[in-house]
C-alpha cells in the first residue's frame, strides 16, 4: 500500500475498522501486534478489538508458546459466503439448488452403496484415487460443501425475513426448515 492510499484509509476509518478489514483477510494466525502493524494501529488497540471480535465469533485463537493468535474463524468464512450466495440468487433459486444437490448426493449413495465421501474413499483402491472414482470423490466433497453453504444461506435469507437478523422478529417461530439432513 504506498502512503497516500495508507493516510487515505486511516483518514476514512475507525482502528475498529481497519483491525476487522485486516483480520478478515487473516487466513493464518497472527499475533496481536503483527495484525496491529497491518491495521495501523497499536497492539493494546488491536488486542481491544480482537477480544469484541472474538467474543462476536468473527475471529478465533490459538496460542503459541505464550503469544496468542488470531485469524478468522470459519463461521465468520461462511457466513460471509453464504450472504454472498444471497446477494447472487434469489432464496428460491438456492432452493431448487439444493434440491438438485440432494438428488445429485442420493445418486451416488445408491450407485456406490455407500453413505458418504468418507466411506467411499475408504472403499477406493488406491489406484482408483487418481482415475475417475477419485474425480467422484472430490466432487462428491466438493457437493456437500456447498450444499452446506446453500442452506447456510437459505437459514440466513429465512432469518433476514423472520426479522431474527433485525429484531424485528414477528413472534411467528419461523418457518421453512432449511437445515434438512443430508
Known sequence: MNEAVEAEWVDETTPFER?????RRTYEA???DELADRARVSPTTARK???TLTDAG???????GGTTLYRRS???IVTEHAQTLLQERS???ISTGIAEMKATIRGWREEYGVDSPEEF????AVADA???????LTEWQTTRRNLALAQAALAIADAQRDGHLTGTDDGDGGHGDSSLPV
Open 121 to 124: 474413499a475408504r472403499e477406493l
Open 19 to 23: 483491525v476487522y478489514e485486516v483480520v
Open 58 to 64: 468473527e475471529v478465533t485463537t490459538t496460542e503459541d
Open 49 to 51: 478489538h480482537l477480544r
Open 130 to 136: 487418481d482415475g475417475e472414482h477419485g474425480s467422484v
Open 91 to 93: 432464496p428460491e433459486a
Open 74 to 76: 470459519e463461521t465468520a
Open 30 to 32: 497472527e499475533s496481536a
